[in-house]
């Protein structure tokens, strides 16, 4: 198996490996579209358990203590892993969601209102 980094992979490489992790488990049968929700959410909560009770300026460096880091990279993945068979499960493009909520997203937050503040689209 050939190393991954960010700028040699691929989306579509990615959900490959995970697909083909799956599959040689057998476990298609328990990733139900709920079942696969609901374990993003577990992780997301396992990987803000990191950063519970830190000030927000703090949270980096918890993020990068070296002590704390590998296991934050590991919550990270989970996450990340569970999204892509999400989306594995669903048939969901992922370039073409991200592009489409992207775009939206450009709507609701115009630079012009929305630069170096974090109101919400309805209060800009």
């Not at 700028?7 to 490959?16: D, G, I, S």
């Not at 949270?59 to 892509?84: F, G």
């Not at 997203?105 to 630079?111: C, S, T």
Request: proline share 4%; glycine share 2%.
């Amino acid at each position: 198996m050939k190393p991954m980094t960010d700028a040699k992979t691929t989306v579509a490489e990615l959900r490959e490996r995970v697909l083909a992790f799956v599959h040689e488990r057998d476990w298609e049968q328990f990733h139900s579209p709920k079942n696969l929700s609901m374990a993003l959410a577990a992780e997301s909560g396992e990987l803000m358990e990191h950063f519970l009770w830190s000030e927000s300026k703090a949270s980096l460096e918890v993020a990068r203590d070296p002590k704390k880091r590998p296991a934050i990279e590991a919550e990270l993945a989970d996450v990340v892993i569970y999204a892509l068979e999400f989306a594995n499960i669903c048939g969901i493009d992922l370039a073409t969601a991200i592009e489409t909520k992207m775009a939206a997203n450009a709507k609701k937050y115009p630079v012009e209102k929305a630069k170096g503040r974090s109101d919400k689209y309805t209060e800009l």
